[in-house]
T-cell receptor, first 117, second 109 residues
Framework: GAVVSQHPSRVICKSGTSVKIECRSLDFQATTMFWYRQFPKQSLMLMATSNEGSKATYEQGVEKDKFLINHASLTLSTLTVTSAHPEDSSFYIC?????????????FGDGTRLSIL | KQEVTQIPAALSVPEGENLVLNCSFTDSAIYNLQWFRQDPGKGLTSLLLIQSSQREQTSGRLNASLDKSSGRSTLYIAASQPGDSATYLCAATGNQFYFGTGTSLTVIP
């Protein structure tokens, strides 16, 4: 079945560091990828929708200059958390939808647990 | 590895009916169980989150229950409406997210 690979699975770094998370669709092409985050004991929340070849669409309250999204190819989207601070510690997960569109399901990565010290 | 199963895969009901969606998971060592709604071409919308220490959560016409010992969760939708038509996903959260395959719901006017 369709597979989405998310890397790294776990990141621990110092405050002020920029962290890049990759999301790859391994056996299908994705024109759209979604980025989510989940704070402890809270629900998974959509951050932004990443569209291949164009600017990402951010949800209300998500800072686009802090969470840089690049979707340069049909199989790769990256999320960069710039100058990360402890409050950015969270679980980040991506999903990708097959470019065939329509009612194609989304396929999810396993997530990245980010811890900022 | 955690395995999450949702039954049925598809469900079609007339408007106004109450319905139950089922989710089962194999590893009871979870942090929480979440239910999501997925509309075509859209990102996930979180519906309900049940912490591992809780047994149920309610939001409007939705009620979700959790029985960790049996590895089951249900999502109850009361008085269904055509706008409820969507795919419903459950996810068991441990060190990673483990999503079920979803139930496609169609509510017929």
């Amino acid at each position: 079945g369709a597979v989405v690979s998310q890397h790294p699975s776990r990141v621990i770094c110092k405050s002020g560091t920029s962290v890049k998370i990759e999301c790859r669709s391994l056996d299908f092409q994705a024109t759209t990828m979604f980025w989510y985050r989940q704070f402890p004991k809270q629900s998974l929340m959509l951050m932004a929708t990443s569209n291949e070849g164009s600017k990402a669409t951010y949800e209300q309250g998500v800072e686009k200059d802090k969470f840089l999204i690049n979707h340069a190819s049909l199989t790769l989207s990256t999320l960069t958390v710039t100058s990360a601070h402890p409050e950015d510690s969270s679980f980040y997960i991506c999903s990708a939808r097959d470019r065939q569109g329509g009612n194609q399901p989304q396929h999810f990565g396993d997530g990245t647990r980010l811890s900022i010290l | 590895k955690q395995e999450v199963t949702q039954i049925p895969a598809a469900l079609s009901v007339p408007e106004g009916e109450n319905l139950v969606l089922n989710c089962s998971f194999t590893d009871s060592a979870i942090y929480n169980l979440q239910w999501f709604r997925q509309d075509p071409g859209k990102g996930l919308t979180s519906l309900l989150l049940i912490q591992s220490s809780q047994r149920e959560q309610t939001s409007g016409r939705l009620n979700a229950s959790l029985d960790k010992s049996s590895g089951r969760s249900t999502l109850y939708i009361a008085a269904s409406q055509p706008g409820d038509s969507a795919t419903y996903l459950c996810a068991a959260t441990g060190n990673q997210f483990y999503f079920g395959t979803g139930t496609s719901l169609t509510v017929i006017p």
